[in-house]
Every structure is written in structure tokens, then in C-alpha cells.
């Protein structure tokens, strides 16, 4: 961050006819290509400014750029408390999960009362479980 005065804001043309703004200060003349700042450096004329950097290109010339510590500033931050959507998505991928095995905990207790007469001698807990997930996976695919 450089703190500089600026005295004057001329606006010119690049030789491509680009406009750009030269602006005198007590460190010497720089450029500037970016509008909003310029407008920024002109309701502060006179007055001393360190929003932005002074940087001398392999030119020679003085280019006004916003201060380094400035951009990174704006860089987005993850603040503590407010969830991406990524971590909403993942919080709701695991409530699915805690609900649907709980569907297949509650038809697995239900085929467990079942009177033997209705289900088959040869079938194990093991068996009743993957046919309870098995109806909740089923349920889950008819209703997307």
C-alpha cells in the first residue's frame, strides 16, 4: 500500500484508443485504466489516499492498482457458523440415511412378528434385514 496525494486527473487515449486517466501526484505522474478507481481518487483530490498501490512497471511507467492487502481481504472467506451448500448437502445425505435405516429397523421388527406361518421356516435375521432395506430402497426409488 503506497499513501500518495493526487493533484490532477487528466483522462487520455492509448494509442489503441483505449481511455485511460493520467493522474499527477507528489511521487509523479501514474496511470490508471480502472474507472472506479479513478472516480474514487477524484473525490479525494488534494487529500492523502493509501487505498492503492503506486507500482512502476518494466516500462517506467506508474500504474495505480488497489492495494494488495485490499484483495486479499476480499477474498471469500468460510465464516464460522454459515454453511456452503456443500455442507448442507452432506447434512442432508446423512439425515436420509439415519431416516431410511430407521424405516428398515422398523419393517425389519415388523417381519420379526410376522407368525411363522407366513414366513418361511429357513429365514434368518440376517435375511429379514436385507428384505427390510431391500422394501425401503423400493419405497425410496417410487417416490423420486
Same mark, same amino acid.
Given at each position: 500500500m503506497?499513501t500518495?496525494i493526487?493533484k490532477?486527473?487528466?483522462?487520455?487515449?492509448s494509442?489503441?484508443g483505449?481511455?485511460?486517466?493520467?493522474?499527477?501526484?507528489e511521487q509523479?505522474?501514474a496511470t490508471?485504466?480502472d474507472?472506479?478507481?479513478?472516480q474514487?481518487?477524484?473525490?479525494n483530490?488534494?487529500?492523502?489516499?493509501s487505498?492503492?498501490d503506486l507500482?512502476?512497471?518494466?516500462?517506467?511507467?506508474?500504474n495505480?492498482?488497489?492495494a494488495k492487502?485490499?484483495q %486479499?481481504?476480499?477474498?471469500? #472467506? $468460510?465464516v464460522?457458523?454459515v454453511?456452503?451448500?456443500d455442507d448442507?448437502? /452432506? +447434512?442432508?445425505?446423512l439425515?436420509?440415511?439415519?431416516?431410511?435405516?430407521?424405516?428398515?429397523?422398523?419393517?425389519?421388527?415388523k417381519?420379526? %412378528?410376522?407368525p411363522k406361518? #407366513? $414366513?418361511e421356516?429357513?429365514?434368518?435375521?440376517?435375511a429379514?434385514?436385507? /428384505? +427390510?432395506?431391500a422394501?425401503v430402497?423400493?419405497?425410496r426409488?417410487?417416490?423420486?
Amino acid at each position: 500500500m503506497t499513501t500518495f496525494i493526487p493533484k490532477k486527473i487528466t483522462a487520455k487515449a492509448s494509442k489503441a484508443g483505449k481511455t485511460y486517466w493520467e493522474i499527477e501526484t507528489e511521487q509523479g505522474n501514474a496511470t490508471c485504466f480502472d474507472y472506479p478507481i479513478v472516480q474514487e481518487i477524484e473525490k479525494n483530490l488534494g487529500k492523502p489516499i493509501s487505498l492503492y498501490d503506486l507500482e512502476k512497471n518494466d516500462k517506467g511507467f506508474i500504474n495505480i492498482r488497489p492495494a494488495k492487502h485490499q484483495q %486479499e481481504e476480499k477474498k471469500p #472467506t $468460510k465464516v464460522e457458523g454459515v454453511k456452503s451448500d456443500d455442507d448442507f448437502a /452432506e +447434512a442432508r445425505k446423512l439425515k436420509d440415511q439415519s431416516i431410511y435405516t430407521s424405516y428398515a429397523k422398523d419393517i425389519f421388527i415388523k417381519l420379526l %412378528e410376522m407368525p411363522k406361518a #407366513t $414366513k418361511e421356516d429357513s429365514t434368518t435375521t440376517e435375511a429379514l434385514m436385507k /428384505e +427390510a432395506i431391500a422394501l425401503v430402497k423400493q419405497a425410496r426409488e417410487a417416490f423420486n
